[in-house]
């Protein structure tokens, strides 16, 4: 399991601290790695930038993806995920503080495979991170990777 990797996209460096220690409370010992706004997520996704030597079979198992992103928000780097071969079957979970229909409605017409509301108290958002790494990192069977 240790050997899958997570993707963190989130700008706000309280919300990451929470995440990771979640995570780690929760024993998800996967890969983390964290990036904080939209554009650097996609030089990480698409090897470019300072990421360009970066091995591109090397994908995450699960994205975790704010909405609310310096430079390019989370809908258009889901947007890109999904219009790119390489990964547009890759799991993206919204995590995010909205709870705005809109935000729900464009996230899962964009692609989102799941929506879920950050919770302000943190023995809730430790249960939901427990959930999120069980679930995304254990028990779906993730498609195979991508063949060039």
Known sequence: MEDKMMLI??????DEALTLRALKKNNIGNRLVVVRDGAEALDFLFCTGTYS???????????????KLPKI????VLKHIRANERTSLLP?????S???EQDIMQSYKNGANSY?????NFNEFL???RQLGLY?????????PYKD
């Open 92 to 96: 993206v979970v919204i995590l995010t």
């Open 136 to 144: 995304w990192l254990v028990l779906n069977e993730a498609p195979p």
């Open 116 to 120: 879920v509301r950050k919770p302000v």
């Open 53 to 67: 030597d970066r091995d591109a079979h090397d994908l995450p198992q699960t994205i975790l993806l704010d909405l």
């Open 73 to 76: 928000d989370g809908l258009e």
């Open 9 to 14: 996209v989130e700008d706000n460096p309280d």
């Open 98 to 100: 909205s709870k705005e």
């Open 127 to 129: 249960e939901a991170a």
